[in-house]
Structures are given as structure tokens and as C-alpha cells.
């Protein structure tokens, strides 16, 4: 079963080898887009693709395996295609609407949420039973103040369309993700300061000249955003994982840790 969505996401399509050498290279650029900003994010993230295509297009061919079937710039690189041919091929790659940033983004605060709650029950049975729960608080932090971020911008640009996107953030997923962590009795002092700085900034948003419509609409979610004692707590259900695709999350978390971590270059076929 292929799971696509009614916006177009196409699990089957990001799993292929072709989308999962973009997402780990724009992992790798991860820095650069920290530090420089998304266009030389980009740069980094397109040059790291380019080059391991090119190096997978010097190996040798065999009966059991031929490299031109990972990927068409394979293909290209060996039967010299036109410069720009290439390089605009794997441009679009980078432009799939299945890498939309908040899309991906709120997807994986859902899954960062859900993986925290499992495994802190998990934990109570036995330190073997889950895994530092740390680890997974660190990717939570950062992915929800990154979420957060682009919600407020879409909210502060007045367009009807961004605006409504915004809210949606906010209600699928960082207020509840707020609300989650609100209740953990054992919660760190970097992720309170995070939800505080949350808080803060929609605080200060009131003071901003804004429409009066948006003005209505930030008064409505305002308050859940600030209270964090609502009995329920509606998160959606993460996307499931079907074990046909399960084969193979051991060498891909492994490669991401690694390429975020800079500790080693990654090497994928």
C-alpha cells in the first residue's frame, strides 16, 4: 500500500533511492543553511548530490548491478549529457513539493511528539526498554521553535491563504506539542525556555500593527497557546510504517545522525 496524500505527498516516491540521497544531502547542508542562509543551504546541498551521483557514475557496471538504474543522472553522466542538462535535472529534484519544509516539518513534530510520550512509558519498565530520552527531547526542541518560526511568518504576512496555513501549524501541531510538554513533570530547562520564548513571542505580537481580521484570529489561538491544562490533548496519528518499508530505518538513522553530526562522510547507493 502507497500511502499519498490529498496534498500530493507520495510515501513511495521519498523512498526511493533518488529522494533519499536529496533529503540526505540537504542534511548535510544542514549547517550551511543554519550559518548562511537557504540559498547557500541550496548550493551545499545541491553539490553534495551532484558529486556523489557523479563518483556512483565511475564504478564499474556488473550483471548483478548497474549503477544507471539508482538514478538517470547516472545515466547522463555516463553518456556525457549536456552540462546544463544535468545540472537542471537534479535542480528539480530539489523543487518536489514532497520536501515542502513545513509539510515534512510537521510531520516530524508529530512523530518527535508521539516517539517522546511512547518512550518515556516505555522507560518505566526498565532503561533498556527505550532509549535516552534526551536525545529525542533535542530534535523535538529544535523542530518545534523551527516550526513555530515559519508558522508566525506565514501568519504575519496578511495573506489570507499563508494566514490560514499558519494557524493550521499551530493547531495540528505546536500547540499540542506545547500542551504535551506542559504536562512533563521532568521537562528540561531548555525545552521550558523554548515553550516560554514560544509564548512570549505570540505575546508580543499582539503589540504589532495587524489587521483587525488577524487580530480576531490571533485572539482566538492565543490562549491555547498560553494555557496548557486542557484535560485533552488531540495530536494527530503519526504516519504508519509498513514493515515492506521498515527493512532498512537502522542504516538510514544511522546515516542522518552521521551526516548531522559531521562525524563521517555518508555514503549512499
Not at 242 to 269: G, P, Y
Request: aromatic share 6%.
Amino acid at each position: 500500500m502507497v500511502r499519498a496524500d490529498a496534498d500530493g505527498y507520495n510515501e513511495e516516491m521519498m523512498l526511493t533511492p533518488a529522494m533519499q540521497g536529496v533529503i540526505l544531502a540537504i542534511a548535510k547542508a544542514r549547517q550551511v543553511f543554519d550559518k548562511e542562509g537557504p540559498e547557500a543551504g541550496l548550493i551545499k546541498a545541491f553539490h553534495e548530490e551532484y558529486s556523489r551521483l557523479y563518483e556512483l557514475s565511475q564504478e564499474e557496471t556488473t550483471p548483478q548491478e548497474d549503477c544507471r538504474l539508482q538514478h538517470a543522472l547516472v545515466y547522463f553522466f555516463q553518456n556525457k549529457a549536456p552540462k546544463r542538462i544535468i545540472e537542471r535535472t537534479l535542480l528539480e529534484q530539489f523543487t518536489d513539493r514532497n520536501l515542502s519544509f513545513d509539510e515534512r516539518m510537521r510531520e516530524a513534530l508529530t512523530y518527535l511528539a508521539h516517539a517522546y510520550e511512547t518512550n518515556a512509558n516505555l522507560l518505566k519498565n526498565g532503561e533498556k526498554r527505550g532509549m535516552d530520552k534526551s536525545l529525542i527531547a533535542v530534535y523535538r526542541r529544535k523542530c518545534l521553535t523551527a516550526l513555530n518560526e515559519s508558522a508566525s511568518r506565514l501568519f504575519c504576512s496578511g495573506e489570507e491563504t499563508n494566514v490560514e496555513e499558519g494557524i493550521a501549524i499551530m493547531d495540528e501541531a505546536v500547540i499540542p506539542c506545547l500542551h504535551l510538554m506542559s504536562r512533563d513533570s521532568a521537562l528540561s530547562q531548555e525545552d521550558r525556555d523554548a515553550m516560554e520564548n514560544i509564548r512570549s513571542h505570540w505575546c508580543c505580537c499582539l503589540g504589532q500593527e495587524m489587521d483587525d481580521s488577524l487580530q480576531v484570529k490571533l485572539g482566538e489561538f492565543l490562549p491555547r497557546v498560553l494555557d496548557g491544562s486542557a484535560e485533552t490533548v488531540v495530536l494527530k496519528d503519526p504516519p504508519k510504517v509498513h514493515v515492506n518499508q521498515a527493512h532498512d530505518l537502522c542504516s538510514r538513522l544511522a546515516a542522518v545522525m552521521e551526516s548531522i553530526h559531521s562525524t563521517s562522510i555518508v555514503i549512499v547507493k
